[in-house]
């Protein structure tokens, strides 16, 4: 695409990502799946309860949850699954060093737990 100054315009693309504080609609769904078809990255705020989903990086997910007044600390990223309804636990976000936790993935069971809940309740139709 060329600009009038005949240079290569920028193509912008912007994703949707959601915060879901209940169950998820057919077309929120196919919203937050337009960047990875049947899947959706997610940052879950496990004090509150809430989610957001959607878009290409769990730190775009992270940043609007932070902008609406969930803290850092709160903050643990993963995706989903539809068609298999299966939960992961790997994300940038989850590299929290201040409370000692050095990986990617979730390691720690009581968060994992909360996490998967809060995306199950959002995400399945129970």
Request: hydrophobic share 35%; proline share 2%; charged share 30%.
């Amino acid at each position: 695409m060329l600009s009038k100054m005949g240079k290569k315009a920028s193509v912008i693309m912007i994703t949707m990502i959601i915060i879901f504080d209940e169950k998820a609609s057919e077309k929120e769904i196919k919203n937050v799946t337009e960047v990875y078809e049947d899947y959706t990255k997610v940052v879950v705020d496990i004090e509150k309860e809430i989610l957001s989903a959607g878009g290409e990086y769990h730190i775009d997910c992270e940043q609007l949850l932070i902008a609406n007044g969930s803290s850092q600390k709160d903050l643990w990223g993963g995706g989903y699954r539809f068609t298999s309804s299966e939960v992961d636990f790997m994300a940038l976000t989850n590299y929290k060093p201040s409370i000692g936790h050095f990986t990617y993935e979730i390691s720690i069971p009581e968060v994992r737990e909360k996490v998967e809940k809060v995306i199950r309740e959002v995400f399945e139709n129970e």
